[in-house]
C-alpha cells in the first residue's frame, strides 16, 4: 500500500511562488511516474506536472516555463516548484504515483493565488 501525503500549499498574491511536497510511504525510485495534477472548483481534475524514474519530465502548456518538478529519492519525496503564479493556478493539488500498474493518490493540498 502506496501512501502519498501532500503539504505545502497556501495563499500567495499572483507573481509569488509556492513550492508543494509529496512524502511516500515507500521508495519512490521503484515508482515508475509520479506526477502533479490540479482541480478548480467547478471544473475537471487536469495533468500539471510528471517525473519518470529515469529522470524524464513533461508539463502542462498553461505551466510550462514557469513550474518545476523535482524528485529526491533519498527523501521519498516529490517536489513542484510554482513560480510566477496566476489567479488561475488556484486549485487543490494533488499527488500522483504510477506503481506497479497501479495508481495512488494523496488528499490534496490547497494552492489560492489572489490580491
Known amino acids: 500500500q502506496v501512501q502519498l501525503v501532500e503539504s505545502g500549499g497556501g495563499s500567495v498574491q499572483p507573481g509569488g511562488s509556492l513550492t508543494l511536497s509529496c512524502a511516500a510511504s515507500g521508495s519512490i525510485s521503484n515508482f515508475y511516474v509520479m506526477a502533479w495534477h490540479r482541480q478548480a472548483p467547478g471544473k475537471q481534475r487536469e495533468f500539471v506536472a510528471l517525473?519518470?524514474?529515469?529522470?524524464?519530465?513533461n508539463y502542462a502548456d498553461s505551466v510550462k516555463g514557469r513550474f518545476i518538478i523535482s524528485r529526491d529519492n533519498a527523501k521519498n519525496t516529490l517536489h513542484l516548484q510554482m513560480n510566477s503564479l496566476k489567479p488561475e493556478d488556484t486549485a487543490v493539488y494533488y499527488c500522483?504515483?504510477?506503481?506497479?500498474?497501479?495508481?495512488?493518490w494523496g488528499q490534496g493540498t490547497q494552492v489560492t493565488v489572489s490580491s
Open positions: 500522483n504515483a504510477l506503481y506497479k500498474l497501479l495508481d495512488y
Open positions: 517525473h519518470t524514474s529515469s529522470g524524464g519530465t
